[in-house]
């Protein structure tokens, strides 16, 4: 059985920053895509980012490029993001995702999503 563990989330300051964990159990990570989405109240979910398995390159979306890192850590199984320079905007619940499928990943329809995580940025 497959489980991604969100963790990490929480109450920041604009202009602060958060590193997101997200653990994955009951699949071979090493080789799966990697991907953070978000949901902000009222709005539909959105891709954040998303991490190759085999080269270890990554896709960003616009409104992230520049503040958000996305990493893995195929030992632990883990990937992570790190927010930097944190927005008003960026408050939403953010969602782990993993696919074998870089390209379903990316469009949303992964093989796997992660309960979520609340982060809030506090202008």
């Known amino acids: 059985q497959v489980h991604l563990v969100e963790s990490g989330g929480g109450l920041v300051q604009a202009g602060g920053s958060l590193r997101l964990s997200c653990a994955a159990s009951g699949l071979p990570f090493s080789i799966y895509n990697m991907a953070w989405f978000r949901q902000a109240p009222g709005k539909e979910r959105e891709f954040v980012t998303a991490?190759?398995?085999?080269?270890?390159?990554?896709n960003y979306a616009d409104s992230v490029k520049g503040r958000f890192t996305i990493s893995r850590d195929n030992a632990k199984s883990t990937v992570y993001l790190l927010m930097n320079n944190l927005k008003s905007e960026d408050t939403a619940v953010y969602y782990c995702?993993?696919?074998?499928?870089?390209?379903?990943?990316?469009?949303?329809?992964?093989?796997?999503w992660g309960q979520g995580t609340q982060v809030t940025v506090s202008s």
């Open positions: 991490i190759r398995w085999n080269n270890g390159s990554a």
């Open positions: 995702a993993a696919g074998r499928s870089f390209a379903a990943v990316i469009s949303g329809t992964p093989r796997y």
